[in-house]
């Protein structure tokens, strides 16, 4: 038996049991992919160290209430990924969020050893991250008060602007959670007007106020949904582009499915399993008509020629009042 190897994963139990309220002795054999009687013995050797671990039936393990030790050291990869993800958290969109992830990452650091310091310290220059959004984009508190309103199970009413309004419109929603896709963070709630699940973008949320009625249904976790969302029907697409115009292509592709690519010479040949409506993508495509072409399915051409046809038809109208 590698005695340094199991010493280590007997740490990591440790640390992991010190940073949750509770891990299921599953969790622990999934995570280190051994056996149930190996995960067990791991336990007793805490137990026997001193680390006062308590099994609660039908539930899982965890610590005494009130015993804490300070992590010893961090390994250079765990200073390097901290560091990165301060960069990350510095460019949130969300006040709320970059405040309190700074707090916790000071007492983290304090327990850092004088060269780790200054060791994060020159690692700070290295990694430049651009922020597309900026925080007066979001609700200062949103997500505070998403959060705990899901936690706490408490209805909150939002004024909400879609696209296609000028003015936003009342709604009471139950939030399920929030999640981060396509450049933007959304919520996915029960919304009482529509009598349904709903997603809908934090930056599009003008007014939030956490109300103290409770949900009226109980609802799945978001995993669920997403998972859900993520299975669903995909229409399979094949584009092909001028090879000198496909990086133009590069960065909105992954919306719509990306799946492969073919590289010729002359063109490239893309492959997308795309979730979303077919007029979405048809629209997206429209941008590099002049340079590619859809080959499956062929009746989506169908559309892209009617989007063009009433453009040209709009601008003409326009031309002739003018």
Known sequence: MDITKRFDRILQIFFLLQSKSVVTAEELQKRFEISLRTIYRDLKALEMAGIPIVNESGSGYFIMEGFRLQPSRFSQEEILSLMVAEKVMQKHETEFVKKHFEAALIKIKSSFQVHQKRDFLHLEDTIHLKNNLTSNDYL??????????????NITHIDYLKSSDINPVGRSVEPIGVFYEHNFWYLLAYCHLRKDYRNFRLDRIKKILALQENFTIKHPPIHEFRDKGLSQEKTKIEIKVDRKYAHFLYWDRQIFGFREEEISDDFVLMHFDCALPMVSFVR???????????IEPAHLNNELVEIMESGLKRIKNKAAIS
Not at 140 to 153: C, E, M, T
């Open 140 to 153: 200062p508190n949103i997500i505070d008060v998403l959060l705990n309103s899901a936690l706490k199970k």
């Open 284 to 294: 997206w495509f429209l941008k590099y008509v002049d340079v590619a072409e859809i």
